[in-house]
Every structure is written in structure tokens, then in C-alpha cells.
């Protein structure tokens, strides 16, 4: 059975940081796109940065390009998202998804596995 797990959300004041880590169980995350998306309350998820091209390759929302960083361990068959210069809109449930079909990288309608999520909270 294939499985994400995230970890590592919080609550942080604005300006913190934080590091998303996103492991998967049954499934080779490095190898294939990963992306992270988020939804925040009253909210439509939202593609935040995907990884693809083993790791070569990444892309990023305009609304956190700059501050958020996507990177992979294989070794430990790991995506993470550094998170800095948090604001409080970046207040979400933050999932990571794998299985990607074609198309654009941060459509969450182009992903079929999904974990569980891990929420965020920053605070003013």
C-alpha cells in the first residue's frame, strides 16, 4: 500500500520558519513529481512547489517563490518544503501529493495520492 506521511507543521509568528517533510512508504517519491499544496480555511487547495526531473527541476507558486524551498532526500525517499519569511496567509493544512499524469505540475486534479496532511499556522 502506498503512503505519504507529512510532518513538521506548527504555529509560528510571522517571519519564522518552518520545514514540511513528506515520506512515503510503498513508492519511490525521488524518482517521480512531487508537489506540495495547501488549503486554508474557506480556501481552494493550491499548488505550492513540485519537484520532478529526479530533483533537477522545481517549481514554485509566484505567491511563495523567494521564501519556500522544495527538495528531495533520496536516500530517505523524502520531499521537504523550507518555509521562510512566513506570513499569516500562508496559514493552511499543507499536503503533499504524488502520481502524477501529465500536465501542469501544480494542478492537484493531475495527482492520485495524497497524505494526510499537516497543518501550519503563523500568527501576526
Known amino acids: 500500500e502506498v503512503q505519504l506521511v507529512e510532518s513538521g507543521g506548527g504555529s509560528v509568528q510571522a517571519g519564522g520558519s518552518l520545514r514540511l517533510s513528506c515520506a512515503a512508504s510503498g513508492y519511490t517519491l525521488t524518482v517521480n513529481t512531487v508537489a506540495w499544496f495547501r488549503q486554508g480555511p474557506g480556501k481552494e487547495r493550491e499548488g505550492v512547489a513540485a519537484i520532478y526531473n529526479g530533483g533537477a527541476s522545481t517549481y514554485y507558486a509566484e505567491s511563495v517563490k523567494g521564501r519556500f524551498t522544495i527538495s528531495q532526500d533520496n536516500a530517505k525517499n523524502t520531499v521537504y518544503l523550507q518555509m521562510n519569511s512566513l506570513k499569516p496567509e500562508d496559514t493552511a493544512m499543507y499536503y503533499c501529493?504524488?502520481?502524477?499524469?501529465?500536465?501542469?505540475?501544480?494542478?492537484?486534479?493531475?495527482?492520485?495520492?495524497w497524505g494526510q496532511g499537516t497543518q501550519v499556522t503563523v500568527s501576526s
Open positions: 501529493a504524488a502520481g502524477m499524469r501529465t500536465g501542469y505540475v501544480l494542478r492537484s486534479q493531475n495527482y492520485n495520492i
